[in-house]
């Protein structure tokens, strides 16, 4: 599996038969638009920052809301969770994806805003890597990220949607972050089997294209 971060939420994730494309952003956000052809693009709700479904090139099917969905062996499990700390009364629903394939189990918490609780944790299940919001404003901050990775114990944390010179609007530092660690790895993009991951957690620090 590969892993190359476009920026904010949105990730390329190449497995052995796909490329998945998570939460394409529309250019008004800053980052830099580099238009790639995709198999899966998965939308965790419907914010311009996350939907821009439409600057994915291809023809990729488009996966959405909560469910299975199995194609050519590998699985997107949508989970159900909520954009803020008030049961969706403030900014609504997201989809935390979990995406099982060439043995890694990779999950994409989306924009979420909430504490999980038990009922999430388990329904997530085992976590490799995890891709974690930290910025606050409109997703969990810092702290309450850590008190994520505690829950659900990934292999490998990267985090996104944090505050960058390239993104239009202001949310947290990295720094607030990764500052609660005492090892961060900082790479261009990952390249991961199941023997790559290892049992000490790694925090790891990609490069937006």
Same mark, same amino acid.
């Given at each position: 599996?590969?892993i ?8 390329? !994730?190449?497995?052995? $038969?796909?490329?998945? #494309? ?5 250019? =008004?956000? @800053?980052?830099? /638009?580099n ?44 989970i ?15 989809? !935390?994806?979990?995406? $099982?394939?060439?043995? #890694? ?5 989306? =924009?979420l @805003?909430?504490? /999980? ?13 995890l ?22 114990q ?22 607030e ?12 993009s ?20």
């Amino acid at each position: 599996m590969k892993i190359k971060w476009r920026g904010h939420a949105s990730f390329i !994730i190449e497995t052995r $038969s796909k490329k998945i #494309i998570t939460d394409p952003f529309h250019e =008004d956000y @800053g980052y830099p /638009l580099n238009p790639v052809p995709a198999d899966i693009v998965t939308v965790s709700h419907e914010h311009r920052d996350h939907n821009a479904v439409e600057t994915v090139a291809g023809q990729p099917r488009i996966i959405r809301g909560s469910g299975m969905v199995n194609m050519e062996g590998i699985i997107i499990k949508g989970i159900d969770s909520f954009h803020d700390m008030y049961q969706g009364r403030e900014r609504g629903q997201n989809t !935390i994806f979990k995406i $099982s394939a060439d043995g #890694i189990n990779l999950v994409h918490l989306g =924009d979420l @805003g909430q504490l /999980l609780s038990a009922g999430q944790v388990q329904e997530i299940g085992e976590v490799d890597i995890l891709l974690l919001p930290i910025g606050g404003r409109y997703t969990i901050d810092a702290g309450e990220a850590s008190q994520i990775v505690s829950l659900l114990q990934p292999r490998v944390v990267i985090p996104m949607h944090f505050g960058t010179p390239h993104l239009s609007f202001k949310l947290a530092p990295l720094e607030e972050f990764t500052a609660r660690y005492d090892r961060i790895i900082k790479k261009p993009s990952l390249e991961f089997q199941t023997s790559d991951l290892g049992q000490e957690m790694k925090i790891i620090v990609l490069d937006y294209l």
